[in-house]
């Protein structure tokens, strides 16, 4: 199976910046698009920023300008760069991946990590 392990949330104050991160692991032939989604209390978990491997983005309006998506095709890893965060994005960050098995067997997965919570609170 897939892996993926995040980290980077934390509290921070309005203003602030945080970089999170997720690293993907396992049998992994390819992996097309990565990436993150948020869920606030009470909320729908929602789109953030996702990437594919030929480089596109797509962004969620509210944190265009704000936030940035990268990828590590190499090192299987994605990267979200949150600047200039708001109390509104405080929420629980999902990193997404999709893709393909490696190895013997060729097979579609769309794997998903445990969350990191990012608090922005003065």
């Known amino acids: 199976q897939v892996q993926l392990v995040e980290s980077g949330g934390g509290l921070v104050q309005p203003g602030g910046s945080l970089r999170l991160s997720c690293a993907a692991s396992g049998s992994i032939f390819s992996i097309n698009a990565m990436g993150w989604y948020r869920q606030a209390p009470g909320k729908q978990r929602e789109l953030v920023a996702t990437?594919?491997?030929?480089?596109?983005?797509n962004y969620a309006d509210s944190v265009k300008g704000r936030f940035t998506i990268s990828r590590d095709n190499a090192k299987n890893t994605v990267y979200l760069q949150m600047n200039s965060l708001k109390p509104g994005d405080t929420a629980v960050y999902y990193c997404?991946?999709?893709?393909?098995?490696?190895?013997?067997?060729?097979?579609?997965?769309?794997?998903w990590g445990q969350g990191t919570l990012v608090t922005v609170s003065s």
């Open positions: 990437t594919t491997t030929s480089g596109s983005t």
């Open positions: 997404n991946a999709a893709g393909v098995t490696g190895w013997n067997f060729r097979s579609p997965f769309n794997a």
